[in-house]
Each structure stands twice: as C-alpha cells, then as structure tokens.
C-alpha cells in the first residue's frame, strides 16, 4: 500500500509539472497575451474583410525594409493589407504598440521558430503573400515590424497614422 501511495504521489507530481511546461511554453496563439485589454485598444482589433474599405500592398525584403513603411488611414477604417515577401528569407509583419513590439522581438529572439497565430500578424515563407484585415479604432500612430530575429534591429518597421474623423467615436 505504501508503495501505491509514493508511485501515485510521484505520477501527480510528473503531471503537474509537465502540465506547467505547456503553458508555460506559450505561443503567439496565447503565450504573449497579445490582443487583449489595452494594447488591443491603443492598436485596434481584427477587422471583418466584408467591410474593408480599402487595400493596402505591402512589400517586404531581405533588404530589411517595409514597401510602404509610412502608411495612413483614418480612425475607424477597416484595412486590408495583403502582404507580399519578396525576398529569399522568411518575414513577417505585426502589428502593436512600439513597447509591445519590443517585447515580442526579445521573446522572438529566444524562440526563432515560435508560431504565429493571431490576427495582428502574418508570417510569410520567400515568395508567398497573405494578409490582415484589421480595424483602427483610435487616432494615433500604431507601429509594424518584422519580428525575425536580427530583423527589426535592422530597421525593418514602419508605422501606420490612424488620422482622427469626426464620425469616430
């Protein structure tokens, strides 16, 4: 009986630690907490591709650089970006806060083959394209940046100047 007990409390122990690994581990789907509460609001959030009002052709290369990089829409405008990677290397664009972005490119940085699952982002093998349909719901500036290691120190960001409309509330 006593050697049941012990082989019990050893495989409680087992589980409870391999439980904590995994959520420990995280991915950009859940282990960053992107999108939520206010870096969600100082961005924006996922937009509906039916009420897109217009697109946006972004470009980027091994040249470490955004094709525009400077963008501007106006507060409450839902955007569709369809992304292009032209170069031989994978690239990404994301969307956050400067601090946000920071962060995640530090977590990047450790976890090179992390993946990519939320809406704010999309990730692109050489030569492939995809896209973001995201909403700008408050006037300001939200930044971008390709969050592959060495790349954003590299300079490739870009910003987009959500411009304030009287319509928007």
Not at 16 to 35: E, I, K, P, Q, T
Not at 55 to 83: C, H, L, W
Not at 110 to 125: F, G, R
Not at 130 to 150: N, R, S, Y
């Amino acid at each position: 009986m006593k050697h049941n007990i012990l082989r019990n409390a050893a495989f409680a122990a087992l589980t409870a630690l391999a439980a904590a690994g995994a959520s420990a581990a995280g991915n950009h789907a859940g282990g960053h907490g992107h999108g939520h509460g206010d870096a969600e609001a100082a961005i924006g959030r996922p937009g509906v591709a039916a009420k897109a009002t217009r697109t946006i052709n972004v470009d980027m290369t091994d040249g470490m650089r955004f094709t525009p990089a400077d963008i501007k829409v106006k507060q409450g405008e839902t955007v569709r970006f369809v992304v292009k990677n032209s170069g031989q290397i994978k690239h990404e664009l994301v969307l956050g806060t400067e601090k946000e972005l920071k962060e995640h490119y530090e977590a990047m940085k450790k976890n090179p083959e992390m993946e990519h699952a939320d809406p704010n982002m999309v990730t692109l093998a050489a030569g492939k394209s995809g896209e973001i349909v995201w909403q700008f719901t408050k006037a300001g500036k939200v930044d971008f940046a390709c969050l592959q290691p060495g790349h954003y120190d590299a300079g490739m960001k870009g910003a987009v100047t959500v411009g304030k409309t009287a319509a928007a509330k």
